[in-house]
């Protein structure tokens, strides 16, 4: 980025992507109107305000990786990635429909800016850890960040993954963790706790950096501590509410995996002006 | 489709395990390839990748026992032009990790090679947890993935690299044990092109693997009957030499299939299926059937899952006598 959007900005970016989410969701008829909700401001900071990367040329060696594991977030990224020209925002009305780019969750070969495939939870911070080895490799001084669901790192497999960028050191990985404190069935604390949070990445040889998920000011100083950091991946804990935006969705479990009504996606958007 | 000559049976038979080849061969591409990059998880002595680890360190990662990660981890690296190579034992590569190979490698059409080692019950001694007999149907079932085992370590060598030049994710199964040496330098190799190795006009054995040695034997012995067999190296499991497959069931109009693995969605399901489509004929299958495996000798082990010459040559009689 050459300029960085001020606060105020990316706080009119985030609303205007949180209003593409409702639309297309009701649209769609289907989908995860919570996680991309709670994700949305922590994805405009880093698209807007922190990445590398060309919309005009996708593939470009050079561009920093974003990886979404949380893969049914996928309403924000779609929505940010056609903002930004990846592809024509008319397009965000075709998600989960049949022949659409816009594939119920990410689909790297089909959609521009996808840089791997997800939905499959736990899968992602393992590829973001591969493609930060990449760079290493290549002397590329690109930067890796991955996002992960605060139910997701349930997953045996995360561990692994923190392990092993721990291990390797992968200074140029940076999680991000959308702490929004609820999984499909309830509460994470009590469907299968993964706390204390700061205690196991601590542990597995990560740098640690707590932030509110909603705050811009902090979100973009998070990433840019992140990039100071040598020696070791950070983590950037974020915690952040499940449905923001939304008066009736907020930390709402029941608003995980479904999709307004019309009516409902109407009084979603009064709110979102 | 190619038709070769195998070396002849003579005494005693150079054996040489297609783990030792995979890793020699490595070694070599990897000085000319330079985005080949190669994992292991904790068994680099083992599936012999610690050679390619010591030449080429900064190419290099064990990533310690844990093979979902190393998948997916591969599948990252792909996605930046290399060329992972990712090893451990077939039943962790294809069992443990069979999701991550499904949704992140496959899915995403990423150019991951999986070669794995310690394919079948030949593992012998280490018993039933070790011996991986599933691998080609969980690896077959999965679109897009290309499955391969070579028949020796001759062939072996030649596949690594025709996997180097091949777009896209493949798994390749190798094997612990010294095995028969049956191909020549001058054997061509192209990966889902069959190799004719012997012309017989009753019955046609498609084999893979080290089952191809016990295939020539159990031909030699039906000759000696007065029965003269085809043998076909069916290296590539997936996809099928259908074309080759259904020339000699034409001609000879009997099958017999040889793998080291389960009946079910092998290479025995994928001629089946191929025949049923195409050319019925009657078609025997030698296999495991129904079994796990367990500890022993691997002779022994060929003897009591009835993957020997002398069981693919009674397999070879009924199939015949059904014509």
């Not at chain 2, 994992?39 to 310690?64: H, I, Q, V, Y």
């Amino acid at each position: 980025m050459n300029t960085r959007p001020t606060t105020q900005e990316l706080q009119t970016k985030a609303k205007e992507i949180r209003r593409h989410i409702i639309r297309m969701l009701a649209k769609a008829g289907s989908g995860h109107p919570g996680g991309s909700l709670s994700a949305t401001d922590l994805l405009v900071a880093l698209y807007y305000g922190k990445l590398r990367h060309d919309p005009k040329n996708p593939k470009w060696t050079e561009r920093d990786r974003f990886v979404l594991s949380k893969g049914h977030g996928c309403p924000a990224l779609y929505a940010i990635l056609a903002e930004m020209g990846y592809f024509p925002i008319s397009e965000l009305d075709t998600l989960r429909q049949f022949g659409s780019r816009l594939q119920g969750h990410p689909d790297m070969k089909r959609t521009p800016g996808i840089e791997i495939s997800s939905g499959s939870l736990g899968h992602g911070l393992s590829a973001g850890a591969g493609m930060a080895m990449a760079a290493r490799i290549d002397g590329l001084d690109y930067r890796v960040y991955v996002m992960l669901g605060d139910g997701e790192v349930e997953e045996g497999q995360v561990w692994e993954a923190a392990m092993a960028a721990g291990h390797y050191k992968l200074d140029n990985l940076c999680a991000i963790l959308d702490n929004n404190g609820l999984q499909i069935d309830g509460p994470i604390h009590d469907v299968m706790s993964p706390l204390p949070l700061l205690e196991k990445w601590d542990a597995f040889g990560w740098h640690v950096i707590h932030i509110d998920g909603h705050n811009m000011a902090q979100i973009l100083e998070a990433y840019d501590r992140a990039e100071a950091i040598k020696g070791k991946p950070t983590i950037i804990i974020a915690k952040t509410v499940k449905g923001k935006g939304v008066s009736f969705m907020e930390n709402q479990v029941d608003w995980h995996g479904k999709a307004p009504t019309p009516e409902q996606a109407e009084k979603a958007l009064a709110e979102l002006v | 489709m190619t038709v070769t000559t195998p070396k002849q049976q003579q005494q005693p038979v150079k054996k040489e395990a297609t783990r030792d080849a995979y890793g020699q061969a490595l070694l070599e591409l990897g000085e000319t390839n330079k985005n080949i990059v190669v994992l292991d998880a904790d068994l680099a002595k083992s599936t012999t990748t610690l050679k390619f680890g010591k030449k080429f360190p900064e190419r290099f990662f064990d990533m310690g026992v844990a093979e979902a990660n190393m998948m997916n981890t591969a599948a990252g690296l792909a996605t930046c032009g290399k060329i992972p190579f990712v090893s451990t034992f077939c039943i962790f590569a294809t069992g443990r990790a069979w999701e991550q190979v499904r949704s992140t490698i496959c899915y995403s059409g990423l150019n991951v090679k999986i070669a794995a080692t310690h394919g079948g019950v030949a593992v012998g001694a280490d018993g039933s947890s070790h011996q991986s007999i599933e691998d080609f149907a969980l690896m077959s079932s999965i679109p897009t993935m290309t499955v391969i085992e070579p028949c020796d370590s001759i062939e072996t060598r030649k596949a690594i690299k025709a996997v180097v030049d091949h777009q896209g994710p493949v798994y390749i199964r190798l094997g612990r044990s010294p095995s028969p040496v049956i191909t020549e330098e001058s054997t061509p190799f192209e990966i889902g092109k069959a190799n004719v190795l012997r012309e017989g006009k009753d019955v046609t054995i498609a084999a893979c693997g080290i089952m191809v040695p016990n295939a020539l034997k159990a031909a030699e012995d039906l000759s000696a009957r007065g029965i003269e067999a085809t043998v076909i190296n069916l290296h590539t499991i997936k996809p099928l030499d259908r074309k080759t497959l259904v020339t000699y069931a034409r001609r000879t109009g009997a099958v017999v299939t040889a793998e080291q693995h389960v009946l079910e969605g092998g290479l025995s399901s994928a001629v089946a299926l191929a025949l049923a489509r195409e050319y019925p004929v009657p078609m025997e299958a030698v296999g495991i059937d129904n079994r796990f495996g367990q500890s022993g000798d691997p002779e022994l082990l060929f003897k009591e899952y009835h993957l020997t010459p002398d069981d693919i040559l009674q397999a070879a009689l009924r199939a015949y006598g059904r014509k």
